[in-house]
């Protein structure tokens, strides 16, 4: 009896041992482990890192190298650094290619854009236009916008004779993807009423009935001709178009060589709270595909045999 005991009771205290005693070694090796990955993940070097690449080519007040500071746990200024990794980014420069330079520059100086800077880019001429807006030319970088223009070489456009290219209409064209317009806003270039009878009561005051957006690009392309001897081409009129609570006119130009620039002119501010943007896109959407439905089964209800 007893020898049949011994072996039960040992087989017990040894299946005790390993679950309890060699368990918690288990875990404690793997919390080594864990730690030991995350000091080795710290001590990366720093030109992988933004923030250390920054601090890399940095010295602190005192002059002390600030790579010389413990990384093994998140600073404060480090976490403050990368809550504001974004925002000081600020719009610079939209690139759009012409096949003639000095005639996209004529195009765009009607819009109020000057030639900044002239450079190469491999084969092309470039530029840079800048359009600094009533902030004048030594305001803050973030204020102003510019066009970088570049030239395709004519050996590279392949032009047959007789024959210039443009760019794609896109007006034409809505199944392509990617960048798509201009935008520039006008507003502030069209009169404003102050009075307040006038029913057009919008944020930057009341919009004028009897000069709008048509009127304004009448004078801008009466400016064209006189300087230029050159119509605009108008790819959209104005219309009237509610975003959001904003009531905007907006209207569509091809530049030179036929890219679209949008031109939107503030009409007013409406009073109420609006659903959801995409809502009555949703409806409009259901309402054809349900009117697109019927019509084709009433069509093969009354078809011929």
């Not at 390993?18 to 793997?30: D, Y």
């Not at 080594?32 to 070097?45: C, E, G, K, N, V």
């Not at 923030?51 to 404060?76: F, L, V």
């Not at 530049?255 to 009409?267: C, F, K, P, R």
Request: glycine share 6%; aromatic share 8%.
């Amino acid at each position: 009896m007893r020898s049949t005991l011994l072996p039960a009771l040992y087989s017990r205290v040894l299946y005790l041992f390993n679950f309890f005693v060699l368990g918690s070694l288990h875990s404690l090796s793997a919390q080594a482990f864990s730690r030991t990955s995350i000091l080795s993940s710290s001590r990366t070097p720093r030109h992988f890192s933004i923030i250390g690449r920054r601090n890399a080519s940095s010295s602190s007040p005192s002059g002390n190298d600030c790579t010389s500071a413990d990384t093994s746990q998140p600073s404060t200024s480090t976490h403050d650094a990368r809550s504001r990794i974004n925002s000081a980014i600020f719009s610079h420069h939209v690139a759009i290619k012409t096949r003639d330079i000095e005639n996209a520059i004529k195009f765009y100086s009607l819009l109020g854009f000057r030639v900044e800077t002239k450079f190469v880019a491999g084969p092309a001429r470039a530029a840079w236009l800048l359009h600094v807006g009533r902030s004048g030319a030594h305001s803050n970088d973030n204020s102003r916008f510019r066009i970088e223009l570049l030239e395709v070489p004519s050996y590279m456009l392949e032009e047959p004779d007789g024959m210039q290219k443009k760019a794609i209409d896109l007006t034409k064209r809505v199944d392509l993807l990617g960048l798509n317009h201009l935008a520039l806003d006008v507003t502030n270039c069209i009169p404003r009423s102050g009075g307040n009878n006038d029913a057009a009561i919008s944020a930057d005051g009341n919009a004028c009935e009897l000069y709008q957006l048509q009127e304004w690009m009448d004078d801008l392309n009466a400016l064209s001709i006189e300087k230029f001897g050159k119509s605009l081409r108008v790819a959209m009129s104005p219309s009237k178009r509610i975003i959001g609570r904003e009531v905007y006119e907006m209207a569509f130009l091809f530049d030179a060589d036929g890219t679209l620039v949008e031109l939107m002119n503030h009409s007013g501010t409406l009073q109420q709270e609006l659903a959801d943007g995409w809502v009555p896109f949703l409806r409009t959407l259901s309402t054809y595909v349900l009117d697109r439905g019927f019509n084709l089964l009433i069509s093969l209800l009354f078809a011929g045999p």
